[in-house]
């Protein structure tokens, strides 16, 4: 079954803020839109982890040896004692470990399951280690198979330091979305939601494959229509939140078609190079060798075909394509003297014989393409869309770090 952007929507899920915002063009992503923190590359299975680096998540560490339980964290975090019971009355409410220090992927009856815990609480919502590396079960068997234990752990606990900023972030906007849209908005994201269901059930051939389709990869309608309805909620929301705050001036515009004219604009000659190579090897003598060359040069001046000539006599890799080596800027061709012949011609002639140490070579230009700068107001419209959509997410980032400011986001340090 061939799948299209509709099943990659609903079957892929939706964990980071990947969204869409259109200025001139629709279903272009965002990017993930999380806070500032550095990247986490190691996969370790030491005391360091990438979650540990969640700037500017306010972590809540549990209480060391001999430390009592209000110690001060680390400068540049901060907890609330006052929400803490209803935190931990909160905990004991979804029925899961508070310390999730086992493997994150156990063997039950010949079966891989995922040891669930609480890893954050996001303004009162609480996300699961089942939240993040649920939709990863089949990646996590394949890494449970290929790496050792300590690798295996410190993989899931990589992933779980990446991801988590992600769906931290995305908790913060969903939830001020939900309060912002109005009743008309959502009621809109919804037939959305319809249609598309509507169209990936047409395509599937009924509304049975559908769900089996869907549950082959480890989900189900009803969750991927969540995710879904929760990605079309938080573009809506960040297009008429953010948005409006989006301006860019025409000397901006100029200023970036500059600074990357000359890297992407700039457009040198290219010559479409022919080549017939006749090795000095293969011939008794040297001179035997070019004698072959200048008679096969001839014929390709008089107008007789390159192709079938390069075929026929050429020892070189491109003789079964005709001695067709492609578009060439100047120098680009590993034999100098070749690139000097070449650039000299005009398109379609055929220059001298060409020497080196190997072989003897014809050399024509199949073809020319004239230099050129492509002017502004060609790609104007390409760098506003760039433009805007960098701006656009500057301010989203700088929007949901307001959002960490003012909420409150508690990570369980212990089972990250």
């Not at 700068?373 to 980032?397: M, W, Y």
Request: glycine residues 8%.
């Amino acid at each position: 079954m061939k799948l299209s952007v509709l099943w990659v929507v609903l079957l892929v899920p939706v964990i980071g803020l990947t969204g869409c915002w259109s200025w001139s063009r629709r279903d272009r992503p965002l990017g993930n839109l999380t806070p500032e923190a550095a990247p986490a590359t190691q996969y370790d299975s030491g005391t360091g982890g990438a979650g540990e680096e969640m700037n500017p998540v306010q972590v809540a560490k549990p209480a060391g040896k001999g430390e009592p339980a209000g110690a001060p964290n680390p400068p540049g975090t901060l907890t609330r004692p006052d929400q803490d019971a209803a935190y931990e009355a909160r905990l004991r409410s979804v029925n899961l470990p508070v310390n999730g220090k086992a493997d994150p992927l156990v063997v039950e009856g010949g079966d891989l399951v995922l040891v669930n815990t609480v890893l954050a609480e996001v303004n009162g919502e609480v996300i699961t280690r089942e939240d993040i590396l649920g939709p990863l079960r089949t990646q996590m068997a394949q890494w449970r198979q290929e790496y050792s234990d300590e690798e295996f752990r410190g993989r899931c606990r990589e992933v779980i330091g990446l991801r988590l900023r992600e769906e931290v972030s995305r908790r913060l906007v969903l939830q001020e979305a939900e309060a912002d849209l109005s009743d008309e908005e959502k009621e809109q994201i919804d037939l959305t939601l319809g249609k598309m269901l509507k169209d990936l059930t047409a395509e599937a051939g009924s509304a049975l494959l559908l769900e089996e389709t869907i549950k082959a990869r480890g989900s189900s309608v009803e969750e991927a229509q969540k995710q879904e309805r929760q990605r079309l909620v938080v573009q809506r929301y960040l297009r008429k939140k953010v948005g409006p705050r989006v301006h860019i001036t025409h000397s901006e515009l100029l200023a970036y078609y500059h600074e990357v004219m000359p890297e992407r604009y700039v457009h040198p000659t290219r010559i479409r190079l022919g080549l017939i190579a006749i090795r000095k090897a293969e011939s008794a003598n040297p001179d035997e060798a070019r004698g072959l060359a200048e008679a096969v040069r001839q014929r390709a001046m008089a107008g007789e075909d390159f192709a079938r000539l390069a075929r026929r006599y050429s020892r070189g890799p491109m003789a079964e394509k005709g001695g067709d080596w492609g578009f060439m800027t100047k120098g680009a061709f590993r034999i100098q003297k070749v690139n000097e012949v070449l650039f000299k011609l005009a398109t379609g002639e055929v220059g001298p014989v060409v020497e080196d140490d190997e072989a003897f070579h014809v050399v024509k230009a199949l073809d020319r393409e004239d230099g050129r700068t492509v002017p502004f107001t060609e790609v104007q419209g390409e760098l506003e869309d760039e433009l805007r959509d960098r701006e656009f997410n500057q301010k989203v980032e700088k929007y949901i770090q307001e959002l960490y400011k003012r909420g409150y986001v508690r990570v369980m340090q212990e089972n990250l």
